[in-house]
């Protein structure tokens, strides 16, 4: 995705023809913030994703995890670390995952 996922949102939104207002009703969340949401000036709750998903018709895992690069992105272009950062966490990933599984911890 080469936008915000703020962007993103009003994208589907308009497309689907729906105001500020309509969207924001569905997934809970007031008109005012999610007009900065949609301008970045706000953050999205994740809880609303499924709702996002449903109303969109769009598959709820992609979604997830195109908002979870968007917040990790942004705290590394908020931290000014190197691209580096990705592959230290991508090992770190790995370890977690090992480490729970061993433990028959699955849910972090």
Not at 15 to 21: A, C, E, I, S
Not at 54 to 61: A, G, P, V, Y
Not at 66 to 75: G, L, P, T
């Amino acid at each position: 995705m080469k936008e915000t996922f703020g962007e993103y949102i009003r994208r589907l939104r308009t497309q689907k023809g729906l105001t500020l207002t309509q969207l924001g009703a569905y997934i809970g969340v007031d008109s005012g913030a999610l007009s900065k949401i949609e301008n970045g000036k706000k953050e999205l709750d994740e809880k609303v994703l499924p709702k996002i998903a449903e109303i969109f018709q769009l598959d709820l895992s992609e979604l997830k995890e195109e908002f979870i690069s968007e917040q990790i992105a942004f705290k590394i272009y908020k931290s000014n670390c190197s691209e580096n950062v990705l592959n230290l966490a991508e090992k770190k990933v790995k370890y977690l995952k090992q480490k729970f599984v061993k433990q028959g911890n699955l849910n972090l």
